[in-house]
């Protein structure tokens, strides 16, 4: 089974502090992407990586910046957190090909006050 | 460019009532793959099918069935005989040609009351 984790569940951080947000996974894949979920505006993607130490914007990617060191494990920092982004973070992976599906890790919900 | 579009935002069913959620896809790619996924409570997104453009059998497994219609550019997604657990958001997505992600709808939250 293919397993993605991320460091925490659960975050509370303050206004300006650096936040780190760690995901791993242990299948091999090619690709690792960090979404946002927001209650009415469905998932999106703030960067993705589709190799080591590549990376790519996604839809929201102001605010935030990513690293990806090692081929299982893609970090997002948040450089100086701001309320507008206490929201629930999505970790997925998925092997190279178009035709793969992505798999999730459980999410962080990040609060920041 | 591709889109997903879920147009119910939420459906409310009584359990044992059957509920089909509507996917509507749009691209410009022959070749493309269609998923769902499902996200309980607890937060995680969990994988449930993964449909290529050239297969339109419909495909069941137990409860769920999906029904594939390229002329109508759609993806619905059945659940027969609901059961409260099958309370949650329900995602479809979309993957066509290019190592790029994933394109989401902005989900259906189904609830099922006993």
């Known amino acids: 089974d293919v397993k993605v984790t991320q460091s925490s569940r659960y975050l509370v951080k303050r206004t300006g502090e650096k936040v780190f947000l760690e995901c791993v996974q242990d299948m091999d894949h090619e690709n690792m992407f960090w979404y946002r979920q927001d209650p009415g505006l469905g998932l999106r993607l703030i960067y993705f990586?589709?190799?080591?130490?590549?990376?790519e914007k996604g839809d929201i990617p102001e605010g935030y910046s990513v690293s990806r060191e090692k081929k299982e494990r893609f970090s997002l920092i948040l450089e100086s957190a701001s309320t507008n982004q206490t929201s629930m973070y999505l970790c997925?992976?998925?092997?190279?090909?178009?035709?793969?599906?992505?798999?999730f890790g459980p999410g962080t919900r990040l609060t920041v006050t | 460019a591709q889109k997903v579009t879920q147009a119910q935002t939420e459906i409310s069913v009584v359990e044992k009532e059957d509920v089909t959620l509507d996917c509507v896809y749009e691209?410009?790619?022959?070749?493309?793959?269609l998923f769902w996924y499902k996200q309980p409570p607890s937060g995680e997104l969990v994988f449930l099918i993964r449909r290529n453009s050239f297969d339109e059998q419909n495909e069941i497994s137990g409860r769920y069935s999906w029904n594939f219609q390229k002329s109508t550019s759609s993806f619905n997604f059945t659940i027969t005989a609901s059961q409260v657990v099958d309370s949650a958001v329900y995602f479809c997505a979309l993957s066509d040609r290019g190592n790029t992600p994933l394109v989401f709808g902005k989900g259906t939250r189904l609830s099922v009351i006993a």
């Open positions: 997925a992976s998925k092997r190279g090909e178009f035709s793969y599906e992505q798999y």
């Open positions: 691209t410009r790619d022959t070749t493309y793959y």
């Open positions: 990586s589709y190799d080591v130490k590549m990376k």
